[in-house]
């Protein structure tokens, strides 16, 4: 019975290999001797035993390589690019997982032309800019290289799902002489901002001097005005005083030189008082006082007011006598 026990082993072995599952984001390519056959989607499938053979499994599920090379410049600088590359099946249709299972040999040989399809679109972009465009130009690159492969990875059964530029440098000589202008821009920068400031405080210096002169010559203008008004006061009522003593001691027939006389004595005793170390020399004696009272009296011939008397008019008023 030997032959029975090899036909239920070979019958257990034929069955189990009938049944194929397939995981979840996953589909099975078929063969039948070398042919496309079918596709089996996720879960358990069946097949012909011997006859049908699974050629390929297919993940359907996004897909992620990392990318570093360089590109040139259109003023021949380096670009250092390091990138992340996004991608996906680009359906679950028949065609696509067709084109995806055999448009190449395996899955390193579409790896390989996938990285340098992407890597000739950036080189392509690049090559048209110039070194101070390129680092603004992440988002232009990756529009640019998805237009430029999007239709290719089609025809594979991909589609580009992300580009993302995640690092762009140049050779160390340039990105210091990059730092060098930055630098330069913003000392340059800081040195008109600080003119400018300079002008504005000194502008405003100016006005604010400007201003307390013409206040200060306003203030001083007033001052004097009404200083020349208190003079003339002054010497307006000093006058009307005088007018009146005068007419005073001219109705009690008196001298009227005895009004300078008190004046006299009165601003000698101002002085007294309010002089600090300054010397006046007098002449005390009764001939010195007579010659200044006459010498007063002199001053004033010809000023005083008239003087009505019964003989006529005179305008000396008699000189004081000796005592």
């Given at each position: 019975m030997p032959w029975v026990i090899i036909l239920l082993v070979l019958f257990v072995f034929i069955l189990l290999s009938s049944f194929v599952t397939v995981p979840q984001a996953t589909v099975a390519v078929i063969t039948q001797f070398g042919e496309y056959k079918r596709v089996m989607r996720p879960g358990l499938n069946f097949k012909l035993p011997i006859l049908e053979k699974v050629e390929r499994r297919i993940s359907i599920q996004n897909r992620s390589a990392?990318?570093?090379?360089?590109?040139?410049?259109?003023?021949q600088a380096n670009v250092n690019f390091k990138a992340l590359l996004v991608y996906?099946?680009?359906?679950?249709?028949?065609?696509?997982?067709?084109?995806?299972?055999?448009?190449?040999?395996?899955?390193?040989?579409?790896?390989?032309?996938?990285v340098r399809t992407v890597e000739g679109s950036v080189r392509g972009f690049v090559a048209t800019k110039r070194q101070a465009?390129?680092?603004?130009?992440?988002?232009?690159?990756?529009?640019?290289?998805?237009?430029?492969?999007?239709?290719?990875?089609?025809?594979?059964?991909?589609?580009?799902?992300?580009?993302?530029?995640?690092?762009?440098?140049?050779?160390?000589?340039?990105?210091?002489?990059?730092?060098?202008?930055?630098?330069?821009?913003?000392?340059?920068?800081?040195?008109?901002?600080?003119?400018?400031?300079?002008?504005?405080?000194?502008?405003?210096?100016?006005?604010?001097e400007g201003n307390a002169i013409k206040i200060a010559a306003e203030a001083e203008r007033q001052a004097a005005q009404l200083r020349g008004q208190g003079v003339a006061l002054f010497r307006e009522e000093v006058a009307k005083g005088m007018r009146n003593a005068a007419q005073e001691m001219r109705d009690a027939d008196l001298d009227a030189s005895v009004i300078l006389f008190s004046m006299w004595t009165e601003s000698i005793k101002h002085f007294a008082e309010n002089g600090k170390g300054n010397m006046?020399?007098?002449?005390?004696?009764?001939?010195?006082?007579?010659?200044?009272?006459?010498?007063?009296?002199?001053?004033t011939k010809g000023n005083m007011p008239e003087k009505h008397t019964s003989k006529g008019v005179t305008n000396n008023p008699p000189p004081m006598q000796k005592s």
């Open positions: 990392e990318l570093e090379f360089q590109a040139i410049t259109e003023d996906a099946v680009f359906n679950q249709e028949e065609e696509t997982i067709k084109n995806v299972a055999f448009k190449f040999v395996n899955e390193q040989n579409f790896m390989q032309a996938l465009e390129i680092l603004g130009s992440r988002r232009d690159i990756v529009l640019y290289v998805k237009e430029q492969i999007d239709k290719t990875l089609e025809d594979w059964g991909y589609h580009l799902i992300d580009l993302q530029i995640n690092d762009i440098s140049f050779d160390e000589a340039i990105m210091r002489s990059m730092s060098q202008v930055v630098a330069s821009k913003n000392l340059k920068a800081a040195a008109e901002n600080e003119g400018q400031a300079l002008l504005i405080t000194k502008t405003k210096q100016a006005e604010a006046i020399f007098l002449d005390g004696s009764v001939d010195g006082m007579t010659r200044t009272m006459q010498e007063l009296v002199g001053l």
